[in-house]
C-alpha cells in the first residue's frame, strides 16, 4: 500500500538527450556521438562503467549480515577494477573528475587516444557522452484518492523513501524544519556539491518530497507518516549527469539499512522515442536495489505518448507510473 502511496511522486519528470549505443569488437558498448564530439573538441566527457567480476549476487531472501558482507566484497572487486583501467589511462589521456564511492563507473574528460584504448579493453562495460538532463514540472494530487488508503491505515508510517531528485529545502516547516535524526528528512548528500548537504536550490525536488510527505493541514502529503532522505543529483539550473543519478542510486542502495529505505522515488524520463527502452546507463543500480526488495517508482513520461514511455520507467524493475490531470486534456479518439 505504500507504493499506492508515493505514485504521484512522478508529477515532475527530468527530460534527457539520448544517443544510439555501440559497440566495439571487445564488446565495449559507446555512445555513437562521442565520435562526433571527437572531431570538434580534444577532450569529450564522459562517464564509464566497469564490467562486474564478482559473481556476487544480493537476494532479498538474505539476511542482512550477509548482504553486508557479499555488498563488500563485491564493492571491493569493482573498486580494483576501476582502478586497474584507470591506472591504463596517462594524464594526457584522461583527467579524472569524480569515481563513484562504490568503484563501479568513474567520470572525467578523455581524448581520442584514451577514447581508443577503452574500446580495447575487456574490463571496460560501457562509455556514456554526457547527456542534456534537465526538468519540467506538473502537477497533481487530489485524484489518487489517497483518503481511502488512510482510513485504513496506510500513511507511510515507518517507511523512507529515498528521494533521488534537486535536493529538499529540509527547513521548512512543512517537511519538519530539519535534517538528521529525529526529523522528516532523516539525511542524503549532495552530489553536485559533494558534500552531505542536500539544500534544494531549484525547487522541483522540494515539490516532489512536499506531494510525499507534506505536514501541511490543507497540503497534506500522501504518504504524510513517512521519512525521506534527499539525493541531490541535480543542480540550481536543473541540469544533472548521468554519474550524480547512478550514484544516487548507490548511496539509496548501501544505506538501505541504516535509513530503512523501502521504496525510492525517480521523478525522471527519458524523452517519448525510448519506448523499447534503448537507454539503461543505471540498469545496474536499479538491479541491486530491486534484488534487495526495494521498490522504485519512475515516471513513464508527461507527454501524453500513447505508445511508449520513457527510461527509467520501461525498465522492468521499476513501478511505471502515469500523471493523474484534472482536465481531459487527452480527448479519446473515435
Not at 589511462?89 to 569524480?98: G, T, V
Not at 534487495?292 to 501524453?304: F, P, T, Y
Amino acid at each position: 500500500m505504500i507504493i499506492f502511496l508515493i505514485i504521484l511522486v512522478v508529477g515532475g519528470i527530468l527530460s534527457f538527450v539520448s544517443a544510439e549505443m555501440l559497440v566495439s569488437d571487445t564488446g565495449v558498448e559507446y555512445d555513437s556521438e562521442l565520435i562526433e564530439q571527437f572531431l570538434v573538441s580534444k577532450w569529450v566527457h564522459v562517464t564509464i562503467d566497469v564490467k562486474d567480476f564478482s559473481n556476487i549476487t544480493i537476494s532479498k531472501e538474505d539476511s542482512v549480515a550477509v548482504q553486508t558482507t557479499k555488498d563488500s566484497q563485491r564493492w571491493d572487486i569493482y573498486r580494483n577494477t576501476s582502478q586497474s583501467v584507470l591506472s591504463i589511462l596517462s594524464e594526457n589521456e584522461f583527467q579524472l573528475k569524480r569515481k563513484s564511492e562504490w568503484g563501479r563507473s568513474f567520470s572525467g574528460n578523455i581524448t581520442k587516444e584514451g577514447f581508443e584504448k577503452l574500446l580495447k579493453d575487456d574490463r571496460v562495460k560501457k562509455i556514456y557522452a554526457e547527456k542534456e538532463i534537465h526538468i519540467s514540472l506538473n502537477e497533481s494530487v487530489s485524484l489518487i484518492n489517497a483518503d481511502d488508503a488512510w482510513s485504513s491505515g496506510y500513511d507511510g508510517t515507518g517507511q523512507t523513501v529515498c528521494v533521488i531528485d534537486t535536493g529538499i529545502n529540509y527547513s521548512h516547516s512543512d517537511l519538519g524544519g530539519c535534517l538528521g535524526g529525529g526529523c522528516k528528512v532523516r539525511g542524503g548528500y549532495d552530489y553536485v556539491n559533494g558534500d552531505s548537504n542536500p539544500m534544494d536550490d531549484n525547487g522541483h525536488g522540494t515539490h516532489v518530497t512536499g506531494i510525499i510527505v507534506s505536514q501541511n493541514t490543507t497540503y497534506k502529503g500522501i504518504a504524510y507518516g513517512a521519512n525521506v532522505v534527499a539525493l541531490k543529483a541535480g543542480d540550481d539550473e536543473g541540469y544533472f549527469s548521468e554519474q550524480d543519478i547512478k550514484d544516487a542510486l548507490s548511496w539509496c542502495y548501501n544505506n538501505r539499512n541504516t535509513y530503512n529505505i523501502s521504496i525510492v522515488s525517480m521523478s525522471f524520463g527519458g524523452p517519448n522515442g525510448w519506448g523499447q527502452c534503448g537507454e539503461d546507463f543505471a540498469d545496474a543500480e536499479i538491479n541491486d536495489l530491486y534484488n534487495a526488495g526495494i521498490s522504485l517508482v519512475a515516471a513513464s513520461g508527461n507527454d501524453g505518448n500513447e505508445n511508449e514511455i520513457s527510461y527509467p520507467a520501461c525498465n522492468y524493475q521499476t513501478i511505471s507510473v502515469g500523471m493523474t490531470y484534472d482536465e481531459n486534456i487527452y480527448a479519446v479518439k473515435a
